[in-house]
């Protein structure tokens, strides 16, 4: 279900994702973190993920995508017309049996305070809230600190 993302997928993927982080943290997330969301800010991104970024759907035609930062997934979007489908349920199995395929016996992802459908997925895929933490992400402008729940699971 995985595969690598290819040269293909970018334009696509950025739109994808920027699109996912409007409906998921616009309403939620700092103003100065908002403003700092642009396209190119995603695009740039998705490209210094390297192998790390891995999607789901045709060359060119991603229907969801994963990245990941050792044991931590740090991003996971579904495309807006893919949500309820239960693309978002294999995509976190196909990411869960990656992580366990590169050795990680824990998994660790965070989710913005307001973003309740991400919880509510997250938590029925069985991860567990550890509890709100200072983390930092990445931004154009380097990094940018938040209070994020915290979520855990062992693979």
């Avoid at 509510?120 to 069985?126: M, R, T």
Wanted: one cysteine or more; glycine letters at 10%.
């Amino acid at each position: 279900m995985l595969r690598r993302a290819t040269e293909d997928d970018f334009a696509p993927l950025t739109i994808l994702w920027a699109e996912g982080w409007d409906a998921g943290h616009a309403k939620v997330a700092p103003k100065a973190l908002v403003k700092l969301r642009t396209a190119a800010s995603f695009h740039m991104r998705l490209r210094n993920f390297g192998d790390d970024l891995m999607v789901t759907g045709e060359r060119g035609a991603p229907t969801g995508f994963v990245a990941f930062k050792g044991s931590h997934i740090d991003q996971f979007y579904v495309r807006g017309d893919q949500r309820g489908k239960g693309l978002a349920a294999k995509l976190m199995a196909a990411a869960e049996a990656e992580l366990k395929a590169r050795g990680i016996t824990k998994g660790e992802l965070d989710v913005s305070p307001g973003n309740e459908r991400a919880r509510a997925f997250y938590s029925k895929c069985g991860w567990t809230e550890r509890g709100i933490e200072e983390t930092t992400v990445d931004t154009s402008k380097g990094p940018f600190k938040l209070q994020l729940h915290v979520y855990e699971k062992l693979l």
